[in-house]
C-alpha cells in the first residue's frame, strides 16, 4: 500500500535579474510524482539542481509547493491547516546531510533530542528524559554522551543524534536529505547500517535523496532519477542500473567510477537533443518507468 | 613498476607533528616514478593532506616537519632556500585542490591567472598570453580565447576545474599533486575530468599524487595506491593488488565498507 503519493509536484522560483532584468522563472521541480510503499527505502538521485532535495521539501512544506498533490496516508498533505501540519509532522521526519549546521550548538544533545517531544507537548518531564535514553541506545550512542554539546561528536556521532531527534516522534516516514553523503567512507556504512536496521526494527519508509549512485544501487529498492526538476526514470534499482533506458540514465550511469580496474569502461556522454526534455513518464517494463 | 633509475619523487621517513601528542605524519616513505600515479587514500585525518603539503612545505604553523627527507629531481627539499623553494612550487610540482573557487583568484581574468603562473617563473610576458589559451584549449574549454577574458565565478564547477588544471600544467611540471581533484564535482562532471587528467598525463608524462577517499576514482587513475591511517602509511602496492588482496587489517576494512565492492566479501548486500 502506498504510505505517500506525490502527484505533478512542481515549485517554480521567480527569478529577477538586478532592476531592469527581466524575470523569468526557474522550474525547480516540475511536474514530479511517485509513490513510496510502506516499509519501502525509495532512491531519489539527481545532480546538483535537479531538484531532490527540492521535491523532498515540498513533501514536508518546508516549502510551499507551486502545483501538485501530496497523499500521506491518503489524506492531502498540502490541504492541512497549520495547525495540522504541525501534527503531521509527527509522522513525517527529515535528517539533513550536515548535523553540524541542522543542530543548535548552544543545546547539550540530550534537550536537542528532546526538543521535538517538549513542542508537541508529549509526555511528562521523566517519560520524555527515558524517552531521550530509549532514543540514545536505538541509534548506538551511550548514555554518557546525553550531556554533551554537539561540538564534542564526530561526525557520524553528530549524525545519530540527527536521527535520534527525527526518530523521537515516531515517525512512520523519514526523509534522508543526503544523510551520509558527508561522511567518511567506514562511518558511512555505520549509519547506512543504522538506517537499515531501524528501517526494520520501527517499519520506517524512507526517501534516500543522494548522489551516491553507487550507494543508493545498494540499499534502496527503488529508485527515480532526476534531471532538471523531472523524472526521467523510474523502477526497481537492480532493473535502472541494468538496463537504463533513457539517455540521461544511461550518461550518468556510465559516469560512475568502476571499481575494478580492468573492467571496460564505456562513458556515454549526454546528447540533450536525443531526448525530448518534455516528455512524460510511460511504463516500458514491468514498475519500469522511463521519459522516452 | 619502478624503473633502475631514481624515483621523481622519494619521500623518506617523513614525519610532521603540530604540537599534539601524537604526529600528523608518522615516518611515511613512498616514492613516485616519472609518469606514474600513485593513488594516497584514508579518511579524514589520516595525515593524507598534509603529507601532500609537506612535500611542497606549505605547511601552517604550528605544522612542522620533525623528521626525514624529501628527495625530488635529486634534490632534498627540505634543505631548500625559501626562494629555491618557491622556483620549484608551481614550476616543478604543482597543486590542484577540491575547490577550485577557493584556489582561483576571483578578481582576476582566469586567462590572466595562467599567464601570471607563466610569468611569475620567467616566461616573457609577451608569450603568457597566448599560451594561456593554449592551455585553456589543452583542457579542453570551448572557446578559449573568450572564456580567457572569463572571471572564475562565470565558469561552471567543471570549467573552473579545469582552469585550474590549466595553472597547475602552464609550466610542465614533472609531478602534479592533486587533493580530491573532483570530489566536489558531479559524478558527470567528475568523469570528464578524470578523462581530461588521464589524457594529459599522457600527453606531458606527468607523475601525480593523487589524494582521493573515493575508491572508485583510485581504481580509474591509479597504477599505485598508498592507504594512510592516523598519520602512518599501512599499506602500499600496485592497484590491483590493493583493492584485491589487501593484507593490512585497516584496507580490508576500508574497503568492506565501500558500497559495489566485489572483492572479500563486501558488506554482503
Same mark, same amino acid.
Given at each position: 500500500?502506498?504510505?505517500?503519493?506525490?502527484?505533478?509536484?512542481? *515549485?517554480?522560483?521567480?527569478?529577477?535579474? /538586478?532592476?531592469?532584468? #527581466? #524575470?523569468?522563472?526557474?522550474?525547480?521541480?516540475?511536474?514530479?510524482?511517485?509513490?513510496?510503499?510502506?516499509?519501502?527505502?525509495?532512491?531519489?538521485?539527481?545532480?546538483?539542481?535537479? =531538484? *531532490?532535495?527540492?521535491?523532498?521539501? &515540498?513533501?514536508?512544506?518546508?516549502?510551499?509547493?507551486?502545483? /501538485?498533490?501530496?497523499?500521506?496516508?491518503?489524506?492531502?498533505?498540502?490541504?492541512?491547516?497549520?495547525?495540522?501540519?504541525?501534527?503531521?509532522?509527527?509522522?513525517?521526519?527529515?535528517?539533513?546531510?550536515?548535523?553540524?549546521?541542522?543542530?543548535?550548538?548552544?543545546?547539550?544533545?540530550?534537550?536537542?533530542?528532546?526538543?521535538?517531544?517538549? $513542542?508537541?507537548?508529549?509526555?511528562?518531564?521523566?517519560?520524555?528524559?527515558?524517552?531521550?535514553?530509549?532514543?540514545?541506545?536505538?541509534?548506538?550512542?551511550?548514555?554518557?554522551?546525553?550531556?554533551?554539546?554537539? +561540538?564534542?561528536?564526530?561526525?557520524?556521532?553528530?549524525?545519530?543524534?540527527?536521527?535520534?531527534?527525527?526518530?523521537?516522534?515516531?515517525?512512520?516516514?523519514?526523509?534522508?536529505?543526503?544523510?551520509?553523503?558527508?561522511?567518511?567512507?567506514?562511518?558511512?556504512?555505520?549509519?547506512?547500517?543504522?538506517?537499515?536496521?531501524?528501517?526494520?526494527?520501527? *517499519?520506517?519508509?524512507?526517501?534516500?535523496?543522494?548522489?551516491?549512485?553507487?550507494?543508493?544501487?545498494?540499499?534502496?529498492?527503488?529508485?527515480?532519477?532526476?534531471?532538471?526538476?523531472?523524472?526521467?526514470?523510474?523502477?526497481?534499482?537492480?532493473?535502472?542500473?541494468?538496463?537504463?533506458?533513457?539517455? %540521461?540514465?544511461?550518461?550518468?550511469?556510465? !559516469?560512475?567510477?568502476?571499481?575494478?580496474?580492468?573492467?571496460?569502461?564505456?562513458?556515454?556522454?549526454?546528447?540533450?537533443?536525443?531526448?525530448?526534455?518534455?516528455?512524460?513518464?510511460?511504463?516500458?517494463?514491468?514498475? +519500469?518507468?522511463?521519459?522516452? | 613498476?619502478?624503473?633502475? !633509475?631514481?624515483?621523481?619523487?622519494?619521500?623518506?621517513?617523513?614525519?610532521?607533528?603540530?604540537?599534539?601528542?601524537?604526529? !600528523?605524519?608518522?615516518?611515511?616513505?613512498?616514492?613516485?616514478?616519472?609518469?606514474?600515479?600513485?593513488?594516497?587514500?584514508?579518511?579524514?585525518?589520516?595525515? #593524507?593532506?598534509?603529507?601532500?603539503?609537506?612535500?611542497?612545505?606549505?605547511?601552517?604553523?604550528?605544522?612542522?616537519?620533525?623528521? /626525514?627527507?624529501?628527495?625530488?629531481?635529486?634534490?632534498?627539499?627540505?634543505?631548500?632556500?625559501?626562494?629555491?623553494?618557491?622556483?620549484?612550487?608551481?614550476?616543478?610540482?604543482?597543486?590542484?585542490?577540491?575547490?577550485?573557487?577557493?584556489?582561483?583568484?576571483?578578481?582576476?581574468?582566469?586567462?590572466?591567472?595562467?599567464?601570471?603562473?607563466?610569468?611569475?617563473?620567467?616566461?616573457?610576458?609577451?608569450?603568457?598570453?597566448?599560451?594561456?589559451?593554449?592551455?585553456?584549449?589543452?583542457? #579542453?574549454?570551448?572557446?578559449?580565447?573568450?572564456?580567457?577574458?572569463?572571471?572564475?565565478?562565470?565558469?561552471?564547477?567543471?570549467?573552473?576545474?579545469?582552469?585550474? $588544471?590549466?595553472? !597547475?600544467?602552464? &609550466?610542465?611540471?614533472?609531478?602534479?599533486?592533486?587533493?580530491?581533484?573532483?570530489?566536489?564535482?558531479?559524478?558527470?562532471?567528475?568523469?570528464?575530468?578524470?578523462?581530461?587528467?588521464?589524457?594529459?598525463?599522457?600527453?606531458?608524462?606527468?607523475?601525480?599524487?593523487?589524494?582521493?577517499?573515493?575508491?572508485?576514482?583510485?581504481?580509474?587513475?591509479?597504477?599505485?595506491?598508498?592507504?594512510? %591511517?592516523?598519520?602512518?602509511?599501512?599499506?602500499? =602496492?600496485?592497484?590491483?593488488?590493493?583493492?584485491?588482496?589487501?593484507? +593490512?587489517?585497516?584496507?580490508?576494512?576500508?574497503?568492506?565498507?565501500?558500497?559495489?565492492?566485489?572483492?572479500?566479501?563486501?558488506?554482503?548486500?
Amino acid at each position: 500500500m502506498a504510505l505517500l503519493e506525490v502527484s505533478g509536484l512542481s *515549485k517554480h522560483f521567480v527569478r529577477t535579474p /538586478g532592476l531592469f532584468g #527581466k #524575470k523569468s522563472i526557474v522550474k525547480a521541480v516540475d511536474g514530479v510524482s511517485f509513490s513510496i510503499d510502506e516499509g519501502e527505502m525509495f532512491g531519489l538521485v539527481g545532480e546538483s539542481g535537479s =531538484g *531532490k532535495s527540492t521535491t523532498g521539501r &515540498c513533501i514536508l512544506r518546508l516549502m510551499e509547493p507551486t502545483a /501538485g498533490d501530496v497523499r500521506f496516508k491518503g489524506e492531502n498533505v498540502l490541504g492541512f491547516s497549520r495547525e495540522r501540519m504541525r501534527r503531521a509532522r509527527r509522522d513525517m521526519q527529515i535528517v539533513f546531510q550536515d548535523p553540524y549546521s541542522s543542530l543548535n550548538p548552544r543545546m547539550r544533545v540530550r534537550d536537542i533530542v528532546e526538543e521535538p517531544l517538549v $513542542i508537541h507537548q508529549l509526555g511528562s518531564r521523566d517519560e520524555r528524559r527515558t524517552r531521550v535514553r530509549e532514543l540514545f541506545e536505538l541509534v548506538g550512542l551511550e548514555p554518557s554522551h546525553l550531556e554533551r554539546y554537539p +561540538h564534542e561528536f564526530s561526525g557520524g556521532q553528530r549524525q545519530r543524534v540527527g536521527i535520534a531527534r527525527a526518530l523521537a516522534l515516531n515517525p512512520a516516514f523519514v526523509i534522508a536529505d543526503e544523510a551520509v553523503s558527508a561522511l567518511d567512507v567506514s562511518i558511512q556504512a555505520q549509519v547506512v547500517k543504522l538506517l537499515l536496521d531501524l528501517q526494520q526494527q520501527l *517499519k520506517l519508509t524512507y526517501l534516500f535523496i543522494a548522489h551516491d549512485l553507487r550507494l543508493v544501487e545498494h540499499i534502496c529498492g527503488r529508485v527515480a532519477v532526476m534531471y532538471r526538476g523531472r523524472i526521467v526514470e523510474m523502477g526497481d534499482t537492480t532493473a535502472i542500473f541494468a538496463n537504463p533506458t533513457h539517455p %540521461y540514465t544511461k550518461a550518468l550511469l556510465s !559516469a560512475i567510477p568502476v571499481l575494478d580496474p580492468d573492467a571496460p569502461r564505456t562513458r556515454i556522454a549526454l546528447d540533450p537533443a536525443s531526448f525530448d526534455a518534455a516528455a512524460s513518464l510511460r511504463e516500458i517494463g514491468a514498475g +519500469h518507468w522511463a521519459a522516452v | 613498476m619502478m624503473t633502475s !633509475a631514481a624515483p621523481l619523487l622519494d619521500v623518506q621517513h617523513l614525519s610532521v607533528s603540530f604540537g599534539g601528542p601524537s604526529p !600528523a605524519v608518522d615516518d611515511v616513505t613512498f616514492q613516485i616514478a616519472a609518469g606514474e600515479t600513485l593513488g594516497v587514500v584514508g579518511e579524514s585525518g589520516s595525515g #593524507k593532506s598534509v603529507t601532500a603539503f609537506s612535500i611542497l612545505r606549505l605547511l601552517q604553523p604550528p605544522g612542522r616537519i620533525t623528521g /626525514g627527507t624529501i628527495l625530488f629531481e635529486g634534490r632534498n627539499l627540505l634543505a631548500l632556500s625559501e626562494a629555491e623553494m618557491r622556483d620549484v612550487r608551481g614550476a616543478r610540482i604543482s597543486l590542484i585542490f577540491q575547490e577550485p573557487m577557493t584556489a582561483l583568484n576571483p578578481v582576476m581574468r582566469v586567462g590572466d591567472q595562467i599567464a601570471e603562473a607563466l610569468t611569475v617563473h620567467g616566461r616573457p610576458r609577451s608569450q603568457a598570453r597566448a599560451r594561456a589559451i593554449e592551455l585553456l584549449d589543452a583542457v #579542453k574549454i570551448p572557446d578559449a580565447a573568450r572564456r580567457a577574458r572569463d572571471y572564475p565565478h562565470q565558469l561552471s564547477g567543471g570549467m573552473r576545474q579545469r582552469a585550474m $588544471i590549466a595553472i !597547475a600544467l602552464a &609550466c610542465h611540471p614533472p609531478l602534479v599533486i592533486a587533493d580530491e581533484p573532483t570530489t566536489a564535482l558531479d559524478v558527470t562532471i567528475q568523469a570528464q575530468v578524470l578523462d581530461l587528467l588521464r589524457e594529459l598525463r599522457t600527453r606531458f608524462n606527468l607523475a601525480l599524487l593523487l589524494i582521493t577517499h573515493d575508491f572508485g576514482v583510485i581504481a580509474e587513475m591509479a597504477d599505485r595506491v598508498a592507504v594512510m %591511517y592516523r598519520g602512518r602509511l599501512v599499506e602500499e =602496492g600496485p592497484v590491483r593488488q590493493i583493492l584485491r588482496s589487501p593484507v +593490512h587489517e585497516y584496507t580490508q576494512n576500508l574497503l568492506a565498507a565501500v558500497p559495489g565492492m566485489p572483492t572479500h566479501g563486501g558488506n554482503g548486500r
